[in-house]
Every structure is written in C-alpha cells, then in structure tokens.
C-alpha cells in the first residue's frame, strides 16, 4: 500500500507498490480531498524519489492510476484450486479489513444480497466478531471447494469486478 511504501522509503532495497485498487475508489475510500491528477503526480514523484516502481493487477487500474508502471494480471494455479463439491449449503465471501474498505467493496449491497441466506466470512476482520481467517491456502482451498456458491460485490465505478479471492472461486468451479 501507499502507506506501507512511506514507511520503507530508507530501507536501502527493491521496492515495488502493487496497486490493487483504482485511484477514484481510493480517494473515495479515503474520504481525500487530493483530485486525481493531484494524487498521480504526487505518486509518480514519490516512487522516482525513492526508486520504487508500481505494478499494477489490473488495466483500469493501471490507467486510473496514471499508467505508471506495468500490469501483472493475477495468476492463480487452477490446478491447485480445482475440486469444488458443494457439499456445505452456505455461500462464501472471502474478505480482509471490510471495514476499511466497506464503500469498494460495496458491502451494503453484499448484506443486502446476502440476507436470508447463510453466507461464510473469511478474512482478516478484526473488528467484526465471528469472523475469522485460513489458517493457510490448504484451508482457504477447501472453503472454495465445499460452498456452494461465491459472492463477491464491489462499486463497478471503482472497481474491475474480481478480486484474487473471485479468481480463486472460479479456479475451484464455484458459481
């Protein structure tokens, strides 16, 4: 993150910002007051200042972001997710620091889809009680394997549409 990139800017290493969000949904998020074009160039002068580079997940992230750096389009090992089964009739979110991120990933519109039926939550949610993480991929793979169906929401003016957790489910043949 950006933040993380402040705090290692004397650290005499590689370093490398993967963008993972679109500039407008982070200034959204983030309630700034920075326009666009404001937070490219800063952002650009920052990583030539310290030697960074950014990556990017996605196009439209990259192109929100100014096209500063290349795109690395998320790779995920079918063969490794594949086997889904269903066998738990309970649909699936995975999720980190909903919160924080509430307006991209539209969680307003997740609990209202979601109302009425059993949804499981997995991510790192501190402050959302009963939630809880994988323990490691193996877990989180048979999460994937044994729901019976993935919900993912997310602002379509901010965001893509697919995340790594998205991708994953797919992988594993959920619907």
């Known amino acids: 993150s950006i933040d993380d990139l402040l705090s290692v800017k004397f650290l005499a290493c590689p370093k490398i910002l993967v963008i993972h969000v679109s500039l407008s949904g982070y200034i959204t998020q983030e309630n700034s007051p920075t326009r666009a074009e404001e937070m490219q160039q800063l952002l650009s002068t920052y990583l030539d200042k310290i030697g960074a580079i950014s990556v990017a997940v996605s196009?439209?992230?990259?192109?929100?972001?100014?096209?500063?750096?290349?795109?690395i389009p998320f790779y995920i090992d079918s063969d490794f997710f594949n086997g889904y089964n269903g066998q738990?009739?309970?649909?699936?979110?995975?999720?980190?620091?909903?919160?924080?991120?509430?307006?991209?990933?539209?969680w307003r519109n997740h609990q209202r889809i979601?109302?009425?039926?059993?949804?499981?939550?997995?991510?790192?949610?501190p402050d959302m009680p009963g939630v809880q993480?994988?323990?490691?991929?193996?877990?989180?793979?048979?999460?994937?394997?044994?729901?019976?169906f993935y919900l993912h929401t997310a602002r379509y003016?901010?965001?893509?549409?697919?995340?790594t957790s998205s991708l994953e489910a797919m992988a594993c043949g959920m619907p």
């Open 88 to 106: 738990i009739a309970a649909g699936l979110r995975v999720a980190n620091q909903i919160s924080q991120k509430s307006i991209l990933l539209d």
């Open 157 to 163: 003016d901010f965001e893509d549409g697919f995340t």
């Open 114 to 125: 979601a109302e009425g039926f059993p949804v499981k939550l997995i991510g790192y949610n």
């Open 133 to 148: 993480r994988a323990n490691d991929l193996y877990a989180l793979r048979a999460y994937y394997r044994n729901h019976r």
């Open 59 to 71: 196009s439209m992230k990259q192109t929100t972001w100014g096209a500063i750096g290349p795109v």
